[in-house]
């Protein structure tokens, strides 16, 4: 039967992020949902602040829709998403960067809704929590304080993180670009920017969230590497894989690899697809499907 691929955003991005990718694997024959997070899609917060000429004082105060979102609400959401798909047959959950983090605690509660996951630059958690990756070495170059000058408000009094992504501040807008498109033009970078929304949710799960053996650990799993990745680089990508075949070391990762920064595969996506195509004539391992 046909498979669907079901796809999940990363932090402040929506479906809209997967138009390209869609129309590519559309064309080659693939059915595919683009899943859009709570508090995300035509449900995000724009507020008149967010508009030119910019009322940054509105902007760091004005509430959000997203404010006491969870990761749980965010799983919750995508497991309903995945009962709807399953009823037409396989599903391939891929997943983008803190996408991740919801597919793996879907595939945690959920594993018969999902026949194979996918991982594209993502984060699968194992042995740490998200928050604490950064203070590892596969992580030192990457600055979150690079991005400290586009902040809005205070995240603790928001209940949620804020981004004031339409900021003409240069040294904002070059850290952006190098760790999100660096091998994009301005104009590609400033197109895809306008697409993000201001704001995403504080919660990213604790250990209980993490990649859990006995379930997560059932499904057939593809990591694809994205090889110029600046804001998942290419070092964490490969300590999380080698972590999660260390957890299930009878189900290792299908790993494959893509050429491109952060976001390159979604603005080109024609490798992608056919990448992803290529999935769905893996076999189904017996007891699955």
């Not at 508009?51 to 004082?57: H, S």
Request: hydrophobic content about 45%; proline content about 7%.
């Amino acid at each position: 039967m046909q498979p669907t691929f079901v796809l999940v955003h990363g932090a402040f991005a929506n479906s809209f992020s997967f138009a390209p990718l869609q129309a590519e694997l559309g064309l080659l024959g693939h059915r595919s949902v683009a899943v859009d997070l709570p508090g995300h899609g035509f449900q995000a917060t724009y507020t008149r602040a967010y508009q030119t000429p910019q009322d940054l004082g509105g902007l760091a105060t004005a509430p959000g829709s997203l404010k006491g979102v969870t990761l749980a609400d965010n799983a919750a959401h995508l497991i309903g998403i995945l009962e709807r798909a399953k009823q037409n047959g396989p599903v391939i959950l891929v997943a983008h960067s803190r996408g991740g983090v919801t597919a793996t605690a879907a595939a945690n509660a959920r594993p018969d809704l999902i026949d194979r996951i996918v991982y594209v630059a993502a984060w699968c958690p194992v042995h740490l929590d998200v928050g604490d990756y950064y203070a590892e070495p596969e992580m030192a170059a990457v600055d979150p304080a690079a991005f400290a000058s586009a902040l809005a408000g205070n995240p603790a009094e928001l209940g949620l993180l804020r981004v004031n992504f339409r900021t003409a501040n240069p040294d904002a807008l070059a850290s952006f670009k190098a760790a999100f498109l660096a091998d994009g033009t301005d104009e590609e970078f400033l197109t895809f920017l306008n697409t993000f929304q201001p704001d995403e949710n504080l919660d990213v799960g604790t250990s209980a969230d993490r990649a859990q053996a006995d379930t997560w650990g059932r499904i057939p799993k593809t990591y694809i590497r994205l090889a110029d990745d600046a804001s998942l680089p290419l070092a964490l990508q490969d300590r999380l894989i080698r972590e999660g075949d260390a957890l299930t070391p009878d189900n290792p990762y299908d790993v494959r690899t893509l050429e491109g920064s952060h976001l390159k595969w979604l603005l080109a996506p024609a490798p992608a697809a056919r990448v992803l195509g290529e999935l769905t004539t893996l076999p189904t391992p017996v007891g699955r499907g």
